[in-house]
């Protein structure tokens, strides 16, 4: 799984370009055509987050907004197939979020089956 995370406020917004949505399409359909894709989507922006914690108790602590104060905001995933760590890593890097200020976050995801 690929989580990719953008800037939430750059220190320098001068130096940090972030990608344009002509990008994005592009590397949609690259993944795509690769037959790489598993599952994949954008976040709605983090102004409609809510967060949800349960105390000991079992009370319910419903908030807006995110948990954490983070210089990172998630904005979005890929899960794709491939053999290894390294063409995982070689996609992440290929991803307009990588740039800009952004960051991938390269994962496996869990299999509690095997």
Do not use: N
């Not at 359909?29 to 987050?49: C, M, P, R, W």
Request: glycine share 10%; charged share 25%; proline share 6%.
């Amino acid at each position: 799984m690929m989580l990719i995370y953008a800037a939430a406020q750059p220190e320098d917004a001068s130096l940090c370009t972030p990608p344009v949505f002509e990008e994005w399409m592009a590397y949609d359909k690259e993944v795509q055509e690769a037959g790489i894709f598993v599952a994949g989507h954008s976040l709605a922006d983090l102004t409609t987050a809510t967060t949800v914690r349960v105390g000991d108790a079992g009370d319910r602590t419903v908030t807006d907004g995110p948990f954490a104060e983070t210089r990172e905001v998630l904005g979005g995933y890929y899960v794709i197939d491939v053999p290894d760590l390294d063409a995982a890593l070689d996609w992440a890097a290929r991803c307009p979020g990588s740039r800009g200020g952004g960051t991938i976050e390269v994962r496996p995801v869990a299999d509690f089956e095997g």
